[in-house]
């Protein structure tokens, strides 16, 4: 008994992330074990692709916000934070400004040591 529920549970699961080939051999199949007509065999079909398609969009959904709170957990910007930042650059070039710059630091009091070198 508990096999046989492991058995459909890993059925299942392989439908669900099936393609369409695959799933069209396992609707054969299961209609011949089953004894179903072309009708109930087409039916299952159908209702094995809507329910693949299902948990399929699902998982994707669901490791998406996996991924992306995973990112923001780790402090990592996204690409619609980087477009932001992108056309952000591009707003400010094309008006001329710059952004602001840091002050340079004063040079050192003494001798200009450009060109020479140590010696030791």
Do not use: C, W
């Amino acid at each position: 008994m508990l096999d046989d529920l492991k058995k459909t549970i890993d059925k299942g699961i392989d439908f669900a992330f099936a393609k369409k080939d695959q799933l069209t051999k396992a609707a054969q199949e299961l209609a011949k074990e089953n004894k179903l007509t072309k009708e109930e065999a087409k039916k299952l079909y159908d209702h094995l692709l809507k329910k693949s398609d299902e948990a399929r969009k699902t998982f994707e959904e669901e490791l998406q916000g996996f991924v992306q709170n995973s990112l923001k957990k780790m402090n990592i910007p996204t690409a619609a934070d980087m477009k932001k930042l992108e056309d952000r650059i591009k707003k400010l070039e094309s008006t001329g400004k710059t952004p602001v710059k840091a002050k340079a630091k004063p040079a050192a009091k003494g001798k200009p040591t450009v060109g020479k070198k140590k010696t030791i």
